[in-house]
């Protein structure tokens, strides 16, 4: 497996709360994504990260920011939860490594729900 | 938890039997494709990738062929297994680093 790591792996929390989601990779990539996963959508790019300090929305982007202050480290922030936000969120990376450039790599997910 | 595989399109299998899993992707300038398998409650997993300028790339069990004047990928699988049940989805990707996903298709191999 790549060495990705989400946390919290499964979290409930109530509307009109904040939440936190962290990725953290071991393999110096360069790029880093937030997706979100609902039935019947496939994978659905929230943010993205081009670099340190560097990041971009996606086609699912209202709701929700992002920081990178490390090239480990990619966090994703529902400033105020809504139910609609309740999905399984992916973070993958790509750019390194012995791979392609284009290749992404998925960590485990988080499972969010919002009551 | 209600599981990805709810609501997309299913290939069912005979484990030693081949698949076939067919994707239509969207974007004619797209360069780079990749297959992905996704088992219930994990992240996708790469299986393959193949660039536009082939049509055909073949891996450990796995070949995938694009047909790029109909805007088309598959995925074959040989001698499928049982740990092979899984979603499957394809991805494609162009100038930038972002990939655009299809839905999916479930492979439910039966013994």
């Known amino acids: 497996d790549a060495g990705i790591t989400q946390s919290p792996r499964h979290k409930v929390t109530e509307t009109g709360t904040p939440v936190t989601l962290r990725c953290h990779q071991t393999e110096n990539h360069r790029y880093m994504y937030w997706y979100r996963q609902d039935p019947g959508h496939g994978l659905r790019l929230i943010h993205y990260s081009y670099g340190v300090k560097d990041t971009d929305k996606g086609e699912v982007s209202d709701g929700y920011s992002v920081s990178r202050s490390k090239t480990e480290d990619f966090l994703l922030t529902l400033e105020s939860a809504t139910s609609s936000q309740t999905s399984v969120y992916f973070c993958?990376?790509?750019?390194?490594?012995?791979?392609?450039?284009?290749?992404?790599?998925f960590g485990p997910g988080t499972r969010l729900t919002v009551t | 938890g209600e599981s990805v595989g709810l609501h997309l399109p299913t290939l069912s299998v005979q484990e030693g039997d081949n698949s076939i899993i067919n994707c239509a992707y969207s974007n004619s300038a797209s360069d780079y494709f990749i297959w992905y398998k996704q088992e219930s409650g994990k992240g996708p997993q790469f299986i393959i990738d193949i660039r536009s300028n082939m049509d055909k790339r073949q891996g450990q069990r796995v070949t995938v062929l694009l047909n790029k004047t109909v805007k088309h990928l598959s995925l074959q699988i040989a001698a499928t297994q049982p740990g092979d049940s899984a979603v499957y989805f394809c991805?494609?990707?162009?100038?930038?680093?972002?990939?655009?996903f299809g839905t999916g298709t479930l492979l439910a191999v039966q013994p």
């Open positions: 993958a990376i790509s750019g390194g490594g012995q791979g392609a450039f284009y290749e992404q790599y």
């Open positions: 991805a494609e990707g162009g100038a930038t680093n972002k990939l655009i």
